[in-house]
């Protein structure tokens, strides 16, 4: 079982509408989570932090399950802009610097 | 702005012609990263420093080396490229402590002919 799991996709959406998600990690002992975007032949760049509690920046809404073991973005109201790949980020304990990426989610948005 | 840079954004290079490709970031993070990322794949960590101490990736080739000369700056050497190794590299940095989200440089795409 691989690390980190993400559906590899892709989504196709109409705008407007609401996508979600998910992320399952395999080890316990992870503690820190994030969600990068990665458009086309760029660099990833960091979209949320995931904090215990959940939390929202505008329309995105990432969320952790500790007993499920698995972490999910939601995008609301999608944008033609949110086209990218988005990749799921876990660290093991939270003084490790070695993150654990999975193979990132494909979204594509379209008119 | 602080910043992670790479040179050069493009680097193409014959079969086994060794490459260095660089890093520099004016963060003053801890902690630097070379990652292999590859056409629809998650990056692949090759190795990472922290401060001066290197660690390599149990996977990665001895193809590979890495330098790190002051917090600033690392690079990425390739001594004998092979087609396999086309891909783009991306250095990231990161705090060792706190919630430590990385930041990543714009990637240099490497051609190997």
């Known amino acids: 079982r691989k690390e980190v799991e993400q559906d590899p996709g892709p989504f196709n959406v109409p705008e407007g509408a609401t996508v979600a998600f998910n992320c399952t990690y395999s080890?316990?002992?992870?503690?820190?989570f994030f969600w990068y975007r990665q458009d086309c032949r760029k660099e990833p760049k960091l979209l949320m932090s995931?904090?215990?509690s959940g939390n929202e920046d505008g329309r995105f809404t990432a969320q952790l399950n500790r007993a499920s073991q698995y972490i999910s973005l939601l995008i609301r109201d999608s944008k033609l802009s949110d086209s990218a790949t988005y990749l799921c980020?876990?660290?093991?304990?939270?003084?490790?610097?070695?993150?654990?990426f999975g193979r990132g989610t494909s979204l594509i948005v379209h008119p | 702005d602080a910043m992670v840079i790479q040179n050069p954004r493009y680097q193409v290079t014959q079969f086994g012609k060794p490459v260095t490709l660089s890093c520099s970031q004016t963060?003053?993070?801890?902690?630097m990263y070379w990652y292999q990322q590859k056409s629809s794949q998650a990056p692949k960590l090759l190795f990472h420093?922290?401060?001066?101490?290197?660690?390599n990736e149990a996977d990665t080739p001895d193809n590979f080396q890495s330098r790190r000369p002051n917090t600033s700056f690392c690079f990425l050497d390739i001594r004998s490229p092979g087609l396999g190794d086309a891909a783009m590299y991306l250095c990231?940095?990161?705090?060792?402590?706190?919630?430590?989200?990385?930041?990543f440089g714009p990637g240099t795409r490497l051609t190997v002919l």
């Open positions: 990231a940095t990161s705090r060792a402590g706190g919630l430590p989200e990385q930041f």
């Open positions: 080890n316990s002992a992870s503690q820190s």
């Open positions: 995931v904090y215990s």
């Open positions: 980020v876990v660290r093991t304990s939270g003084g490790s610097y070695i993150p654990t």
């Open positions: 963060l003053n993070h801890n902690v």
């Open positions: 420093y922290y401060d001066k101490d290197f660690n």
